[in-house]
């Protein structure tokens, strides 16, 4: 099996790549590749509709690297932390550029291959886990349109110092379950 990890963060070794690699390790994947959007050139979604009359996305950046792998993928973890009240910009962009991976309109089916499984990893400094619920359940659904099965939501509260999900033994173990089914799907 492959498996990819889209670490959203700007901070390495921050929360959302503790937890995303944990997830990976235990999905038992052999053939990993991560990849850390804050380092790379992606541009915005540019709204042309070529992905829909060409079916693949006209913009030629570093996207083009992780659109391959997702395809090639079984499991994708994406990690992206909250940042005032959302997910962060650069899981946006990402997600905006997964576009690509859609059909034309009305029905906008997915050309992704069937059986892919997904988990979105969501760190966040406030304690409230509630708080920003309903907006990660929007995000999940928005990866599960693009073509995903069953997405995983790990939501990682009262997280602030670099790394620190490494010392919360409940969310290393949360994130080993997410891994193990993950795999077992």
């Given at each position: 099996m492959?498996?990819?990890?889209?670490?959203?963060?700007?901070?390495?070794n921050?929360?959302?790549?503790?937890?995303?690699?944990?997830i990976?390790?235990?999905?038992g994947?052999?053939d990993?590749?991560?990849?850390?959007?804050?380092?790379?050139?992606?541009?915005?979604?540019?709204?042309?509709?070529s992905?829909?009359?060409?079916g693949?996305?006209a913009?030629?950046?570093?996207?083009q690297?992780?659109?391959?792998?997702i395809?090639?993928?079984?499991?994708?973890?994406?990690?992206a932390?909250?940042?005032?009240s959302?997910?962060?910009?650069?899981?946006?962009?990402?997600?905006?550029?997964?576009?690509?991976?859609?059909?034309p309109?009305?029905?906008f089916?997915?050309?992704l291959?069937?059986?892919?499984?997904?988990a979105?990893?969501?760190?966040?400094?406030y304690?409230?886990?509630?708080?920003?619920?309903?907006?990660l359940?929007?995000?999940?659904?928005?990866?599960?349109?693009?073509?995903?099965?069953?997405?995983?939501?790990?939501?990682?509260?009262?997280?602030?110092?670099?790394?620190?999900?490494?010392t919360?033994?409940?969310?290393?173990e949360?994130?080993r379950?997410?891994g193990?089914?993950l795999?077992?799907?």
């Amino acid at each position: 099996m492959k498996a990819v990890g889209i670490i959203c963060s700007p901070r390495r070794n921050g929360n959302s790549e503790v937890l995303v690699r944990e997830i990976l390790k235990s999905s038992g994947c052999k053939d990993v590749e991560v990849f850390y959007p804050n380092e790379m050139d992606i541009k915005g979604c540019q709204a042309c509709y070529s992905c829909k009359e060409q079916g693949k996305c006209a913009v030629n950046d570093d996207m083009q690297k992780i659109y391959k792998k997702i395809e090639d993928a079984d499991i994708v973890v994406f990690g992206a932390p909250i940042y005032m009240s959302g997910l962060n910009g650069q899981f946006k962009i990402v997600l905006d550029r997964l576009f690509a991976f859609l059909g034309p309109a009305p029905e906008f089916k997915s050309r992704l291959p069937k059986g892919k499984r997904a988990a979105l990893v969501a760190p966040q400094g406030y304690e409230n886990v509630k708080e920003y619920e309903t907006h990660l359940n929007q995000m999940k659904a928005a990866v599960a349109s693009i073509g995903f099965e069953d997405v995983k939501v790990l939501q990682a509260p009262g997280l602030n110092g670099l790394g620190e999900a490494a010392t919360r033994p409940n969310l290393m173990e949360e994130a080993r379950k997410i891994g193990q089914s993950l795999a077992q799907a």
